[in-house]
């Protein structure tokens, strides 16, 4: 039985924390933080979640604690924004080295300085070469689905799992969100079985300095060196791919909700002009694309909701008949473009997409994204490709840029 | 064959030599002067500064100390440790080399 509450981002991500039975949550439990650790503590305080709630000195200290719990077994939650989770990046690629199956909620927010507390996805996407798998929400159903998948996914691919809303659109905005039943959750969600396991009768040197080249053991097994642990990340974030589609669809059969694995479409089917984006920004490109086809401009949505592993093979399908493409991102790698133009442009080499990609950033530190912004930026993308200039350097939306 | 490593993290049981032969990385070994050193000279355990402060754990403690020089890297903290100053680091012919 699923029941309709109406709830905020924030709200959806906590229920979803509790409905997969996780063991310890440790945050840090202050700015940059969200209303999300606060319902979580309230759950543990009131006896609604049996879990380990752990308040650490810093979001640094929050991930180390999920490192050592996920690595003795339990399963883990934790949460951040912005600054926060930058002060957790070295802990980061520490979680992805260890192979170990974390779930953790980033509230997008703008990072400083200058400071802001509202939205933009710099920080997630700041996060890109963690060897983490980065999923994105568009609306705060799609956070409530994407924890419960995101755990089943971690445990069989022994990656961790990022799932990135933006906030304040979706963090502190209420929506009807469908809550699934206890049973369900727990049919869809086997039990976490860690990789390794570590008892003081059979106690293992976890992640030793590996030397250049591969070596024998004392036992006389040939251990890995650097370069093969690495190998072995690389491959298991490229097989993941496989394991959230089929996570996605199982959970569409089970729950009747289909997030669409890697990517989802809007009004694709016939459409020469496609627009692109990830999270909130791809919910209001639908709305975009309704009045660009009532004004006769033949408009779709990609919504481009894993980030890595990145939809390669999907892209250059949903991409395949697109005669302009529109981007929309919350985030820019200074000097270049938003992080997610690069990324797209780099997946159609070698295939027939040659359409132009022009590249929006937008509402940078929280500034306001109107469906209409977005509609009337697509039309002078598409009136400047069909009067022959298709070239188009970057352009800040809604920005004075002189 | 030898067996292959499964681990999808690096992990290893814990045993003398994990790491391999350390010994080969040295420059200087230590050298023990029992005319000095406290344990040899009151023959009766004692001291052992050099047990505890080394970080290989390669000292063994007993009336004659020992260092295992398979594995002793060559550090000098047993050296600088050493109070009655029984330990000299000298320098090894580079034979391995």
């Known amino acids: ?402 | 064959m030898k067996s292959q490593d499964k681990s999808v993290s690096a992990m290893a049981d814990p045993a003398v030599g994990e790491a391999g032969k350390t010994g080969d990385w040295r420059d200087l070994k230590p050298v023990i002067d029992y005319g000095k050193c406290i344990p040899a000279v009151k023959n009766r355990p004692a001291c052992y500064l050099c047990w505890l402060y080394c970080p290989e754990g390669v000292v063994k403690a007993g009336i004659r100390v020992e260092i295992d020089l398979t594995y002793c890297k060559g550090c000098g903290v047993c050296a600088e440790e050493c109070p009655s100053k029984a330990i000299s680091m000298v320098r090894e012919e580079k034979g391995h080399e």
Request: hydrophobic share 40%; proline share 5%; aromatic share 8%.
């Open chain 1, 1 to 402: 039985m699923s029941d309709v509450q109406i709830i905020t981002g924030n709200q959806a991500a906590a229920m979803a924390a509790r409905l997969c039975n996780v063991q310890v949550v440790a945050a840090y439990p202050i700015t940059p933080q969200s209303q999300l650790a606060e319902i979580l503590s309230q759950y543990v305080e009131s006896g609604s979640l049996r879990a380990e709630y752990v308040r650490v000195e810093s979001e640094h200290s929050a991930m180390t604690v999920c490192i050592s719990a996920s690595t003795v077994g339990a399963r883990v939650f934790t949460a951040t924004s912005a600054n926060g989770l930058l002060y957790m990046h070295e802990q980061l690629h520490w979680a992805a080295g260890s192979r170990l199956p974390i779930v953790m909620c980033v509230v997008n927010r703008g990072v400083g300085a200058p400071w802001s507390i509202f939205n933009d996805q710099q920080d997630s996407l700041s996060q890109r070469d963690t060897g983490w798998i980065q999923i994105h929400c568009r609306d705060n159903q799609e956070i409530m689905d994407s924890v419960i998948q995101a755990y089943r996914i971690a445990e069989q691919v022994y990656a961790p799992v990022m799932v990135c809303y933006d906030g304040f659109v979706l963090s502190h905005t209420m929506m009807p969100v469908h809550i699934p039943g206890a049973n369900l959750v727990r049919s869809f969600l086997p039990p976490y079985k860690p990789h390794t396991i570590l008892s003081p009768e059979n106690p293992k040197n976890i992640n030793p300095v590996l030397l250049p080249n591969p070596r024998m053991s004392a036992e006389g097994i040939l251990c890995d060196g650097y370069m093969e642990m690495r190998y072995k990340l690389q491959k298991a974030m490229e097989d993941s791919r496989e394991v959230i589609i089929k996570t996605s669809r199982e959970f569409a059969d089970a729950f009747g909700r289909d997030n669409g694995g890697m990517l989802w479409e809007y009004r694709t089917d016939d459409a020469e002009v496609i627009l692109s984006a990830m999270g909130s920004v791809a919910a209001e490109a639908m709305a975009a694309v309704d009045q660009l086809r009532a004004e006769g401009i033949g408009a779709g949505v990609v919504g481009i909701r894993v980030f890595r592993p990145f939809p390669k093979e999907d892209v250059a399908r949903a991409f395949r008949k697109a005669k302009a493409i529109i981007l929309f991102e919350k985030s820019i790698s200074y000097g270049y473009e938003g992080g997610l133009s690069s990324e797209l442009k780099a997946a159609f080499y070698r295939t027939d997409i040659h359409a132009p990609v022009h590249d929006y950033i937008v509402g940078l530190g929280g500034r306001d994204v109107k469906a209409r912004e977005l509609v009337e930026a697509a039309k002078s993308s598409v009136e400047a490709i069909r009067s022959g200039t298709p070239e188009k350097h970057t352009s800040w939306l809604n920005c004075i840029t002189e």
